[in-house]
């Protein structure tokens, strides 16, 4: 049983489109992260949400966090061919220093 | 600044052998973490480490699976013997140790393929 569930799970989109990828839970969490994992490369934080119904934004990304702490969503404005990778969300276990992993969102942007 | 190192890229070898993976961790950073990548299953901790000690190993999937790290600036992971269930991309991470929300930095993987 995944405690992260995130959909799509493939998304294939043309460049200048917008998107929406989640990260649901029905647990609650203190703090969600988010990471991107290029071809041939290990993942990458882009952003940690803490508090309820925050909302951050990486250039043409926005993260937001649930109000209730059990989900995230992360919109890209005018996807672009550099955006194309693994979306994973995780979050932190045992102390903090575990990081539990969704299964993540593998988007493709076509020029 | 050098990331997190791992050796080798790529690893093909024969079912039966023995693998090593090999990963230097960023200088400071004194947490590492192992994880292991599949289509199937998605990325799984296997193993971490705080100051060089094995914390939680209840990822590693059989005996077959160890890990060591002697020092603060180097790790293994060893299969003996692989077979080819174990294919897959192994990852090692670090980070340090304080702080909740310290981000883990990840090497490039090793993609190992058992044939």
């Known amino acids: 049983t995944q405690l992260l569930e995130q959909s799509p799970q493939f998304l294939s989109i043309q460049e200048g489109e917008n998107l929406t990828v989640y990260c649901n839970s029905s647990?609650?969490?203190?703090?969600l992260q988010w990471y991107r994992q290029e071809p041939g490369e290990g993942p990458v934080l882009l952003v940690t949400?803490?508090?309820?119904?925050e909302v951050k934004k990486l250039k043409r990304l926005t993260f937001q966090f649930g109000d209730a702490r059990k989900d995230s969503s992360l919109h890209i404005t005018a996807a672009q061919p550099g955006d194309t990778g693994l979306y994973l969300c995780?979050?932190?276990?045992?102390?903090?220093?575990?990081?539990?992993f969704g299964a993540g969102t593998r988007l493709a942007v076509h020029p | 600044d050098a990331g997190v190192i791992q050796s080798p890229r790529h690893e093909v070898t024969e079912m039966g052998q023995e693998v090593t993976l090999r990963c230097k961790p960023i200088?400071?950073?004194?947490?590492l973490f192992w994880y292991r990548q599949t289509m199937m299953r998605g990325l799984e901790l296997l193993i971490y480490?705080?100051?060089?000690?094995?914390?939680?190993d209840s990822g590693m999937p059989e005996d077959r699976f160890s890990a060591k790290m002697p020092n603060a600036s180097f790790s293994t992971l060893k299969i003996q013997p692989s077979e080819p269930r174990d294919s897959a991309v192994y990852f090692c991470?670090?980070?340090?140790?304080?702080?909740?929300?310290?981000?883990?930095?990840f090497g490039d993987g090793t993609r190992l393929s058992i044939l």
């Open positions: 991470a670090s980070r340090l140790l304080t702080g909740s929300n310290q981000p883990q930095h």
């Open positions: 647990s609650v969490f203190s703090s």
């Open positions: 949400v803490v508090t309820g119904g």
């Open positions: 995780a979050f932190t276990s045992g102390g903090y220093n575990k990081l539990i």
């Open positions: 200088s400071g950073h004194n947490s």
């Open positions: 480490f705080n100051n060089n000690v094995p914390i939680d």
